[in-house]
């Protein structure tokens, strides 16, 4: 490793909105680099569709938001982290339109509030179908005018360092040339992201592959729910892959589930037999429903069908989805969209507070990263954007308050990249380890493939010595992952296991 190191008095690794957040919110007065380990623009929050949730609307209340989290979470929330967050929602949304983001109103000028599943009212801030694009750019541009934030681009960290009493000073990058630095900080923040990587098929960009998670582990950190893996019903599919994510909110504006008729049209409609919500039931229901239905019928998807709304409407409300499918030659206005279910978000993380602290000092996780209690077992629509806001800004202060701790000698384990094996025979790994994952850890699990999974992963771990950190990193987030959907005896939430009943979250 080169001896060369920087030091900041805040480390920001990723580029999301939850790090975005926390750049802009501290005082000026600190030193503030920002890590992206691939361009700027490629995070997850950029890619997010919906919307940010909060009660706005005089007809809806904290109390009925609180209650269709928990009722999504499966009773596994953290009631107290839920009302933090939550109550912080109209003051999230503020902040944001005062830093210009251009979100949607109606005829009178005010925010237009949209539904999605899962939500008893008419709660969702947008930006039409690119809220999470509008959101990220306007952050981003924020923070690249301010001189006290560097934003380094193509870095990757690699492993957290920590000092002789295992506080967290920094971690070592490899850059955009494939060299390895430490970077000193006084804080160091895990804004990493999601694993949804871990799949062959995901919703997520390709630099969301749970490195934080694993990194967080091994630097002593409680990592919790990580079986909580939630899957998007409706990615389109194209040629029998996911190609991209269609919003929950079309389904909230009326869109429906059908299967394809012999004509490949929309037939019947199915998730009336799954759930009395319907179209409107939470994601983990619907995904399973979908997955149940395309088993069933030996179907490569079914179809979502919004041609009910007039051109004008969709193009208004849904340009983002409409360009989408029309650059695979589907017109959303006259034909239905073919959907399957798709790796999407990580409801659990690591163990933090609201205010992102975790138990290894100077170490701190927010956003998709964190586990904050939030989402339970499974994470109510919209309600992940808001988290980013509230907990980057909650952070802020928290870290306001502290003195800087000048990093002393380090004690880190610098993970060299691996030399013995080829990067063809690394792809090919990955690809192995997503398709494991795939079949044994997927939407629907049971003892038997669980079981397999470890074993599969234990043997991997002696095979993979040679391999790069990053795909080691994989490997052991992936065991993390499986070890966690062992101990959890009983299907709740997003974790459906066919050899434990479906109980109450209480029971569970």
């Not at 269609?246 to 009326?254: D, P």
């Not at 409801?347 to 998709?368: F, K, M, N, P, S």
């Not at 080691?472 to 987030?477: E, S």
Request: charged residues 15%; neutral net charge.
């Amino acid at each position: 490793m080169p001896q060369s190191q920087t030091c900041s008095d805040v480390l920001i690794i990723g580029c999301g909105l939850a790090g975005l957040t926390l750049a802009l919110s501290l005082p000026s007065t600190l030193r503030i680099t920002v890590l992206s380990k691939s361009s700027a623009s490629e995070c997850a929050s950029a890619w997010a569709q919906g919307g940010v949730a909060a009660v706005l609307d005089p007809a809806d209340s904290l109390e009925a938001h609180v209650q269709d989290t928990l009722i999504a979470g499966a009773g596994l929330c953290d009631e107290g982290a839920v009302r933090r967050i939550l109550e912080q929602g109209p003051q999230a949304i503020a902040w944001l339109q005062a830093l210009g983001v251009p979100f949607s109103t109606d005829a009178d000028a005010r925010l237009h509030l949209t539904r999605e599943g899962g939500h008893s009212a008419r709660r969702i801030v947008h930006a039409a179908d690119r809220t999470g694009q509008a959101v990220h750019q306007t952050l981003l541009q924020a923070c690249q005018d301010l001189k006290h934030i560097t934003l380094l681009q193509h870095c990757t960290a690699m492993e957290l360092l920590q000092d002789a009493q295992q506080r967290c000073v920094g971690a070592s990058v490899r850059n955009a040339d494939g060299q390895q630095q430490p970077m000193l900080a006084s804080h160091t923040v895990l804004a990493t992201g999601g694993m949804g990587q871990i799949y062959p098929s995901t919703t997520n960009p390709a630099t969301a592959t749970g490195d934080g998670i694993a990194m967080a582990w091994r630097a002593g950190c409680v990592v919790r729910d990580l079986e909580f893996m939630q899957f998007h019903p409706t990615a389109l599919q194209v040629g029998g892959r996911s190609v991209g994510l269609v919003s929950e909110a079309l389904r909230g504006e009326g869109a429906l589930l059908c299967l394809p008729d012999q004509q490949g049209r929309p037939g019947e409609r199915f998730m009336l037999r799954h759930d009395p919500r319907a179209e409107l039931a939470p994601r983990d229901i619907v995904a399973r429903a979908i997955d149940r239905e395309m088993r069933a019928h030996q179907l490569p998807h079914v179809l979502l069908d919004i041609t009910h709304r007039s051109r004008d409407w969709l193009e208004q409300h849904f340009p983002g989805v409409m360009a989408l499918c029309a650059a695979h030659g589907i017109d959303i206005a006259t034909q239905a969209i073919p959907v399957a279910p798709c790796a999407h978000y990580a409801c659990g993380g690591v163990q933090a507070h609201v205010d992102g602290r975790t138990a290894v000092a100077g170490l701190w996780a927010i956003g998709e990263v964190a586990r904050t209690g939030l989402h339970g077992a499974n994470r109510l629509a919209s309600n992940s954007l808001l988290e980013c806001v509230v907990m980057g800004r909650s952070a802020a202060l928290r870290m306001a308050e502290q003195p800087l701790h000048k990093p002393a000698a380090i004690h880190g384990r610098p993970r060299k990249p691996g030399k013995n094996l080829s990067a063809e025979s690394q792809q090919e790994m990955r690809q192995s380890l997503q398709q494991l994952m795939l079949h044994n850890v997927g939407i629907v699990r049971s003892n038997h493939s669980l079981i397999a999974a470890a074993k599969q992963l234990v043997l991997w771990r002696a095979q993979w010595r040679g391999a790069d950190p990053a795909l080691r990193n994989q490997l052991a987030l992936c065991r993390l992952m499986v070890d966690a959907a062992l101990q959890r005896h009983a299907s709740v939430g997003a974790h459906c296991n066919l050899d434990w009943p479906a109980l109450e979250a209480a029971a569970a």
